[in-house]
């Protein structure tokens, strides 16, 4: 590469990292023709997949040029950072080159707003068209969707793309009036449900039609920042919730805010960016989506924020004594799903298992059960705790005791 080709990637890698809306793909694109690249049944993010294989993309923004002036974006036009700009071809050709050095296996593509919405997406789209129609490349693609841009142009996009995904920015529009006035909700979810509606009607039409060419297969997803805006973790989930019921979306990404340039709107952070916060919001989606919660079981008005010291599925266990102890012998999988310490895999595994013989603590030690927390909230053979001798805050002194015992630290999370 160029000397002057390195020196945008630094830039505009260095500046695409704020965004964390990558995640595996869910598509199974596959190789056609002899072409470049597979994304069948494999997860194209800076993560490990299921079978543990390291997987990664280049993560770039076309420019970090930026007509808006957003607080809490580093590409706001009033921020004093080095500029640069892709072309089209330049975008082609790394991410062509850097898959056949095997450094990559698929293009997650954002970009600053320059000039107007249209002629950002326009640019995005000729990206992934250029790739998949000129070099054949099978790959995984991630192209960000610019609120504003026409339909035809998102139509376009999602034809060519794995995934689509429209940042929603902030929890709430008097917030986003506050910290980006030049943007609006409306104009944010428009393309959300344009997308989810394109999704749905493509789904149909390959029920119908075989051949039916894919639309967004892995679907779409966006990112909120906690920490700019006063909300509180009720207010934050209380949209994702939205978002998800509404526009079908495969993720909602959580990313703390870090400050980038000094401005009165903005809070000031006395210390490191609030990520133990985003992992609690994280912590609470995938019980919302995995594990059967509903959002007011975890947060409403009486408790609108997530502990710190406790993950929400132990904290909503501790409030609902009354519930348990669960008899992992006879309660359904809904209920033994709620049981902290337990996943949906060793949930699962006991439902199965118990069809031949009475499941024990032994069982559950060898399925993985995390029985320093279980083990006060279920029945079984060999159990040696009755919930009704111990109180809520005994339970929870002895869990975070042990807690702080394995690692000097008080806090909790939902599988360790």
Same mark, same amino acid.
């Given at each position: 590469?160029?000397?002057?080709?390195?020196?945008?990637?630094?830039?505009?890698?260095?500046?695409?990292?704020?965004?964390?809306?990558?995640?595996?793909?869910?598509?199974?694109?596959?190789?056609?023709?002899?072409?470049?690249?597979?994304?069948?049944?494999?997860?194209?993010?800076?993560?490990?997949?299921?079978?543990?294989?390291?997987?990664?993309?280049?993560?770039?923004?076309?420019?970090?040029?930026?007509?808006?002036?957003?607080?809490?974006?580093?590409?706001?036009?009033?921020?004093?950072?080095?500029?640069?700009?892709?072309?089209?071809?330049?975008?082609?050709?790394?991410?062509?080159?850097?898959?056949?050095?095997?450094?990559?296996?698929?293009?997650?593509?954002?970009?600053?707003?320059?000039?107007?919405?249209?002629?950002?997406?326009?640019?995005?789209?000729?990206? =992934?068209?250029?790739?998949?129609?000129?070099?054949?490349?099978?790959?995984?693609?991630?192209?960000?969707?610019?609120?504003?841009?026409?339909?035809?142009?998102?139509?376009?996009?999602?034809?060519?793309?794995?995934?689509?995904?429209?940042?929603?920015?902030?929890?709430?529009?008097?917030?986003?009036?506050?910290?980006?006035?030049?943007?609006?909700?409306?104009?944010?979810?428009?393309?959300?449900?344009?997308?989810?509606?394109?999704?749905?009607?493509?789904?149909?039409?390959?029920?119908?039609?075989?051949?039916?060419?894919?639309?967004?297969?892995?679907?779409?997803?966006?990112?909120?920042?906690?920490?700019?805006?006063?909300?509180?973790?009720?207010?934050?989930?209380?949209? =994702?919730?939205?978002?998800?019921?509404?526009?079908?979306?495969?993720?909602?990404?959580?990313?703390?805010?870090?400050?980038?340039?000094?401005?009165?709107?903005?809070?000031?952070?006395?210390?490191?960016?609030?990520?133990?916060?985003?992992?609690?919001?994280?912590?609470?989606?995938?019980? +919302?989506?995995?594990?059967?919660?509903?959002?007011?079981?975890?947060?409403?008005?009486?408790?609108?924020?997530?502990?710190?010291?406790?993950?929400?599925? +132990?904290?909503?266990?501790?409030?609902?004594?009354?519930?348990?102890?669960?008899?992992?012998?006879?309660?359904?999988?809904?209920?033994?799903?709620?049981?902290?310490?337990?996943?949906?895999?060793?949930?699962?595994?006991?439902?199965?298992?118990?069809?031949?013989?009475?499941?024990?603590?032994?069982?559950?030690?060898?399925?993985?059960?995390?029985?320093?927390?279980?083990?006060?909230?279920?029945?079984?053979?060999?159990?040696?705790?009755?919930?009704?001798?111990?109180?809520?805050?005994?339970?929870?002194?002895?869990? +975070?005791?042990?807690?702080?015992?394995?690692?000097?630290?008080?806090?909790?999370?939902?599988?360790?």
């Amino acid at each position: 590469m160029s000397d002057r080709i390195i020196q945008k990637l630094e830039i505009l890698a260095d500046a695409a990292k704020y965004d964390v809306s990558c995640s595996s793909s869910g598509s199974k694109r596959e190789n056609k023709n002899k072409g470049l690249g597979d994304a069948k049944g494999m997860g194209i993010c800076h993560t490990y997949t299921e079978d543990g294989r390291c997987v990664s993309l280049l993560k770039i923004l076309l420019t970090n040029y930026c007509i808006y002036d957003c607080a809490y974006c580093v590409t706001r036009r009033s921020n004093d950072v080095q500029r640069a700009a892709f072309t089209v071809e330049e975008v082609v050709d790394l991410t062509i080159n850097f898959y056949r050095r095997n450094y990559i296996e698929g293009l997650f593509l954002s970009s600053g707003i320059f000039k107007d919405p249209d002629y950002t997406m326009e640019r995005l789209v000729r990206v =992934a068209k250029k790739l998949r129609t000129e070099h054949n490349f099978n790959g995984y693609i991630h192209l960000k969707s610019i609120p504003g841009a026409s339909d035809e142009l998102m139509q376009e996009a999602g034809l060519y793309a794995d995934r689509l995904s429209v940042n929603i920015e902030l929890p709430s529009e008097q917030s986003l009036k506050q910290l980006a006035p030049e943007k609006n909700t409306a104009d944010i979810e428009k393309p959300m449900a344009a997308i989810s509606q394109a999704i749905r009607q493509n789904r149909n039409e390959i029920q119908v039609f075989k051949k039916a060419p894919l639309f967004v297969p892995a679907g779409q997803s966006t990112q909120m920042i906690v920490g700019a805006s006063p909300e509180s973790d009720w207010q934050v989930m209380q949209k =994702a919730d939205q978002l998800y019921k509404s526009f079908g979306l495969k993720r909602v990404y959580y990313s703390a805010y870090v400050p980038v340039m000094e401005d009165n709107r903005l809070p000031a952070l006395s210390s490191a960016p609030p990520v133990l916060r985003e992992n609690r919001l994280y912590q609470t989606d995938w019980l +919302l989506r995995f594990y059967g919660f509903s959002l007011e079981e975890i947060l409403n008005q009486q408790h609108p924020d997530l502990s710190t010291e406790m993950d929400p599925k +132990l904290t909503w266990a501790l409030r609902n004594l009354h519930l348990f102890p669960v008899d992992i012998n006879t309660a359904d999988y809904e209920m033994i799903l709620r049981i902290p310490g337990l996943g949906v895999k060793s949930a699962k595994k006991i439902v199965a298992a118990r069809r031949f013989g009475k499941i024990t603590l032994e069982h559950l030690q060898k399925f993985g059960v995390m029985l320093n927390r279980a083990k006060y909230f279920l029945n079984c053979p060999g159990q040696r705790y009755q919930l009704g001798e111990l109180s809520e805050s005994d339970i929870k002194r002895r869990i +975070l005791a042990q807690a702080e015992g394995r690692s000097g630290s008080r806090q909790l999370n939902l599988f360790g």
